[in-house]
Nanobody, 130 residues
Framework: EVQLVESGGGLVQAGGSLRLSCAAS????????IGWFRQDPGKEREREGV??????????YYVDSVKGRFTISSDYAKNTVYLQMNSLKPEDTAIYYC?????????????????????WGQGTEVIVSS
């Protein structure tokens, strides 16, 4: 059974940091990419692709709004992908999800590449206060 479990969310002041974790199981880590998406609870069905790590070729991706502030990394031994978020802003407030995907984009916006949400975690909430 494919399972992804996020952790590490919380409440932080603007300028602070959080590290999100995505623990994956039930599939071969190096055959997929792991993407981080976020969704404002007040904007249903609008998910923004934030970052991505490809277990296939090690490629990484960041949406422009987080470049220089967020860093994605992986631990193959633990089948876990991390998202280190520094210099957090109130506009980073969202529910953050990780998902297994078929690859990472080269640039531009990141849209999920699989047809359904079977390979998504339940999300972890990040609240950044001003």
């Amino acid at each position: 059974e494919v399972q992804l479990v996020e952790s590490g969310g919380g409440l932080v002041q603007a300028g602070g940091s959080l590290r999100l974790s995505c623990a994956a199981s039930g599939f071969t880590f190096d055959d997929y990419a792991i993407g981080w998406f976020r969704q404002d609870p007040g904007k249903e069905r609008e998910r923004e692709g934030v970052s991505c790590f490809s277990g296939i070729d090690g490629r990484t991706y960041y949406v422009d709004s987080v470049k220089g502030r967020f860093t994605i990394s992986s631990d193959y031994a633990k089948n876990t992908v991390y998202l280190q978020m520094n210099s957090l802003k109130p506009e980073d407030t969202a529910i953050y999800y990780c998902a297994a995907d078929i690859g990472c984009p080269d640039s531009g916006n990141y849209s999920y590449g699989l047809p359904d949400d079977d390979y998504w975690g339940q999300g972890t909430e990040v609240i950044v206060s001003s």
